[in-house]
């Protein structure tokens, strides 16, 4: 005679145990990115402060802003580039209206004879100093632009350039960011965290640099919170009447925090 086998399901037991384990292990996951992403976060407040930090010694140590010093050639070991520009030893980086960051790439690229190469050859400096790691440039003509060789990366993705800004409604910033009325502009040498050396500030959904959720809290961490006001702005997809990194016009100092995407391209004023 045939024994009859029956199969055994699982019991509700067991599988409550198994979801349960399945749940701790996407909530695990999950919590480990975001831990994750608030130490490139911090990693990067961190690279913000010491590149800060090595403006002030190479200021102290020449009497002059990196990227603005005379002949640098004979000052620092190993920098090649010899042409005294125009503005050289005006005390700022570049011209002083955030125009680097709308011609970067598309003015002529010899950092000897434009302006706005100060704003390249202020990394080269910085490096040939001793004070910054990560960057090959060393003041040839022409270089390719590009982070991790003549600009530095960021930690948290993207990377970082220069400028000076004087405060005014006429800054290249205006042609990429949301302004509006009530937005403080910067004033001072500040810092852009963008996606490319080469160009403008992207204002197509997604291929910035941060989350509002993530430029708000780097905000907060660093400065007021508020997206248009303080020494730490956001800025990116949006206008102040339709929402994007930053709220419309019913909330315009707030990181729209509602969005996923990486919507935020960041600016830190470094120095005054």
Known sequence: MKKIHRQKGFTLVELA????????????????????????VTATIAQIQAIESATTTFRDTYNAVPGDIFAPNTRLA?????????????GIVGPNNWTMLATQGTSPANPAVVQTDETTLFWGELSAAGLLSGIAYTGTAAPTLAFGATHPVARVGGGWVVGNADGNTGQALSAAVAQGPSR????????????????????????NILTPTLAAQMDRKMDDGNALSGFVQGGGLNTDATAG????????????ENLTSKDCAMFFRIQG
């Open 17 to 40: 145990i198994v979801l349960t384990i399945i749940g701790l292990l996407i909530g695990g996951i999950l919590k480990g990115q975001q831990l994750m992403q608030n130490a490139r």
């Open 78 to 90: 190993g920098f090649q580039n010899t042409t005294i520009m125009p503005s050289l030893g005006d």
């Open 184 to 207: 403080t502009y910067i004033t001072g040498m500040v810092l852009a965290l963008i996606p490319s050396p080469t160009a403008a500030i992207t204002t197509t959904a997604g291929t």
């Open 245 to 256: 990194c930053l709220n419309g016009a019913a909330a315009p100092h707030s990181y729209n």
